[in-house]
């Protein structure tokens, strides 16, 4: 079974700043997606971030970036020119491919992210 | 094109009754995923279900949870006997193969257990 770690239960960052939430995650598979998904408080999962692990280049979306190290096992998501409507809960997740579970994601606990004015 | 509909967005149970929550998934998709988030946690799976069928049903606790996806009508979760402890936000996902593409999600059932 995947298991996905996030270290960091809250965290704040000033306005126009850049801020890394971290990821960990364990699995034995070779091939596999990972996410970031955030939760404002009108409780709607949004998807930010995809990267394939078989994909050496870290994926970007606009202010949001990864840093994706596949030896390690880790899924780092950076954003940049942070605003006040980042203020929210992030969640990383971890989706197998070599299973008959689906498009099924195991997200880690979160992490509270404040941007403060 | 309407995403994934959920109802009710809030639903309040005094312990003993029985809870129905109810998943529309986006139109074309045939895979229905439930998952379950405690105050100040991250999501748990519960179930994954196809059409007519239980595919995966690992996540769910083994007594008085049921979910079914009919041939017709919205994915029903069921919890029977309701306890303080079911109180959580309920959330259902959608896709329209196994193709490892992003789960898309409803808004979630808020669930009071008084």
């Known amino acids: 079974a995947q298991t996905v770690t996030q270290s960091q239960p809250e965290m704040s960052v000033q306005e126009a700043e850049t801020v890394t939430l971290s990821c960990t995650y364990d699995?034995?598979?070779?091939?596999?997606?990972l996410f970031w998904y955030k939760q404002p408080p009108s409780r709607q999962m949004i998807l930010v971030i995809r990267q394939e692990a078989y994909k050496q280049q870290n994926a970007t979306e606009n202010r949001f970036s990864v840093n994706f190290q596949k030896a390690a096992k880790s899924f780092s998501l950076k954003i940049s020119d942070s605003q006040l409507g980042d203020t929210a809960m992030y969640f990383c997740?971890?989706?197998?491919?070599?299973?008959?579970?689906?498009?099924?994601?195991?997200f880690g606990g979160g992490t509270r992210l404040m941007v403060k004015p | 094109n309407a995403g994934v509909m959920q109802n009710p967005r809030h639903l309040v149970r005094r312990r003993g009754q029985e809870a129905r929550l109810r998943c529309s998934p986006m139109?074309?998709?045939?895979?229905v995923y439930w998952y379950r988030q405690l105050p100040e946690e991250g999501l748990k799976f519960m179930v994954y279900l196809q059409k007519e069928n239980i595919i995966d049903e690992s996540g769910m606790p083994k007594e008085r949870f049921s979910a079914e996806f009919p041939k017709e009508g919205p994915s029903i979760l069921r919890i029977q006997q309701v306890v303080r402890g079911d109180s959580a936000a309920y959330f259902c996902a959608s896709s329209q193969v196994a193709d490892r593409s992003p789960l898309h999600f409803g808004n979630g059932t808020r669930l009071t257990v008084t």
């Open positions: 699995t034995s598979e070779n091939n596999y997606y």
């Open positions: 997740a971890f989706m197998a491919t070599n299973n008959n579970a689906g498009n099924m994601l195991t």
């Open positions: 139109k074309g998709h045939s895979h």
